[in-house]
């Protein structure tokens, strides 16, 4: 490889490892924001083993992107959620417990615990 294939290949390889810019939430609580993506993209995957079908699963991406609007989130952090969301999706592997109340209600509560920490960080801005 020459030089100039290296350092393309470096520079494709930094635009697929995601979003690069950095939203009003990312930099309140870039930490806080992947876990709340990270736990989006496992309950999305849970739809379907629960018998959801597309339909759901795009309900439920809108009310995640909707949670973070409600405090403030740009497009840079709903492209950050939309990326790592769909990551966590794909490696996934939720349980079928998971889909009765008992299973589902922590899933939840976990979610909205890390908007709360993203909340509370913006806050303390």
């Known amino acids: 490889m ?11 390889a930094l635009a697929a490892a995601g979003p690069a810019a950095a939203g009003k939430l990312l930099d309140a ?39 973070l609007v409600q405090i403030g989130a740009d497009d840079d ?13 794909a490696s996934a592997k939720p349980k079928k417990r998971e889909c009765r109340e008992e299973g589902a209600v922590p899933l939840a509560g976990e979610l909205f615990g890390h908007r709360t920490a993203i909340e509370k960080a913006l806050k303390a801005q």
Not at 33 to 41: L, T, V
């Open 2 to 12: 020459t030089g100039r294939t290296l350092v393309l290949a470096a520079v494709i």
């Open 29 to 67: 609580a870039p930490k806080e924001m992947r876990n709340y993506a990270d736990q989006a993209g496992y309950i999305l995957a849970s739809i379907p083993v629960c018998g959801g079908d597309r339909a759901e699963e795009d309900y439920f991406r809108r009310l995640a992107r909707d949670n």
């Open 77 to 89: 952090d709903l492209g950050f959620l939309d990326h790592y969301m769909a990551e966590a999706a």
